[in-house]
């Protein structure tokens, strides 16, 4: 069974503090994306990667960046949390379909 | 950019009804997937087309590319059923999906 996995399903951290989301995707895919969910505005490309220590911005980087060290892994940091971050992230990796982890809902205090 | 429109944004149904849920698109893709989060759930990849028809069970996916239309049909609702369905277009490329702000479906007993 193809598997995305998120680290954390919830997270609730301080402002200011540094966060580390992460995903792993068993599928040996090379495409990995994060993206925020928020109400009414839907799912937004936050950035993704295509190979291994490569990275493009999406729609919507800012206060964000982005880890991939190796093909399963992509890892999102916000480098210093803000309370307009609070909101449901979600990985995805793709080869032809995509394949979404369960998301993790992250609350900043 | 391609621009994603679902509709009904909000639908309530009796048990047992067929339900419709349209989304189109507004440039060429490679493949429209329909996806399902349930309340607090994860995202689950339900179909990927790029032609045609395809059926799963009481779900069916029909796509007209030249109309830049695809409907998400479900016979026989039942109240397992609800849930938030979502559109996303792929342009094929490693940028991601766009997504549509998805249909919230209730189906009541």
């Known amino acids: 069974d193809v598997k995305v996995t998120q680290s954390s399903r919830y997270l609730v951290k301080r402002t200011g503090e540094k966060v580390f989301l992460e995903c792993v995707q068993d599928m040996d895919h090379e495409n990995m994306f994060w993206y925020r969910q928020d109400p009414g505005l839907g799912l937004r490309l936050i950035y993704f990667?295509?190979?291994?220590?490569?990275?493009e911005k999406g729609d919507i980087p800012e206060g964000y960046s982005v880890s991939r060290e190796k093909k399963e892994r992509f890892s999102l940091i916000l480098e210093s949390a803000s309370t307009n971050q609070t909101s449901m992230y979600l990985c995805?990796?793709?080869?032809?379909?995509?394949?979404f982890g369960q998301g993790t809902r992250l609350t900043v205090v | 950019k391609n621009e994603v429109e679902q509709s009904p944004q909000n639908l309530t149904a009796q048990e047992g009804e067929f339900i419709t849920i349209n989304c189109s698109y507004s440039v060429g893709i490679s493949a429209l997937h329909w996806l399902q989060q349930h309340p607090g759930g994860g995202i689950v990849s339900l179909f990927m087309?790029?032609?045609g028809k395809k059926k799963h069970g009481r779900l069916i996916a029909t796509i007209n590319i030249q109309e830049k239309h695809s409907s998400l049909h479900i016979t026989a609702s039942h109240p397992r059923d609800s849930a938030v369905y979502i559109c996303a277009a792929s342009g094929g490329g490693a940028d991601g999906l766009t997504f549509g702000k998805g249909t919230h479906l209730i189906i009541q007993p």
């Open positions: 990667s295509y190979d291994v220590k490569m990275k």
């Open positions: 995805a990796s793709s080869a032809a379909e995509a394949f």
């Open positions: 087309l790029s032609s």
